[in-house]
């Protein structure tokens, strides 16, 4: 069994939601991303989305793009943020998700890929810009050094695409809460729970939400309709904030668990 897969039955026995934090490898630096992704363990994060910065990432608003901007001025590529995994496996557990566009990953090699992120310690692999139609050999490599494919789904996705990610994830679908790219907002919009259901009439997965995610009282919100809430630029943007600070682990730490802890259990009203 995957341990994202394990993951998710175990945050269902406890009736708990789980919390998805994402950071870009490589922002501020390589050694700070893998202090960081210790200390967002710590601080209760399930499962943890480690982003390949892009020079196009046409999915990514301006905080994530910025990001991607400073890891790659610093030279990161796929296989930096692969060590960067494989270093931190020794001191955490959690399931890691590398989030990715393809293009970075075309560059390392699709047949050599699939084999170093397992040895890295990678639990799943989401490619961005890969739609479902064009990435059956794609999934099947991924499938075969057990790492799960994880998939987009919006609510402009048609009921045929959905059905076949459906066909082809594992682990979890990721459900994109709105229309557009990723970025803090100041209210959750009924798009997102229309799309669980949507998503849950069709696959057995679990189902995370994010892009728009900021808040612990949004992050509760998610909670009451989705497995899982992802929270992605609010964290990387207080990490650009607190950048060359001495507390600034900590402060990411306390930031993470007040969207992590404090509202453990799935709200019922």
Known sequence: MSRIREKFRELKRSGRGGFIPFITAGDPDLATTESLLIELANAGADIIELGVPFSDPVADGEVIQRASERALRNGVTVRDALTCARKVRQHIDVPIVLFSYFNPLLQFGPEPFAPAARQAGIDAVLVTDLIPEEAESWTQSLLRHRLDPIFLVAPTTSEKRLARIAQQARGFI?????????????????????LVK???????????????????????AVWRFADAAVVGSAIVQEIERLSG????????????????????CKASD
């Not at 849950?200 to 612990?216: D, K, N």
């Not at 402060?251 to 509202?263: D, H, P, V, W």
């Open 174 to 194: 990721y459900a994109v809460s709105r229309a557009g790219v990723t970025g803090a907002r100041g209210e959750m919009t009924r798009d997102a729970e229309a």
């Open 245 to 264: 600070q001495a507390d600034l682990l900590k402060r990411i730490g306390e930031f993470a668990s007040s969207l992590a802890l404090n509202n453990r």
């Open 198 to 220: 949507r998503v849950r009439s069709i696959s057995g997965l679990p189902t995370a939400v994010g892009f728009g995610i900021s808040t612990a009282e949004q992050v509760r």
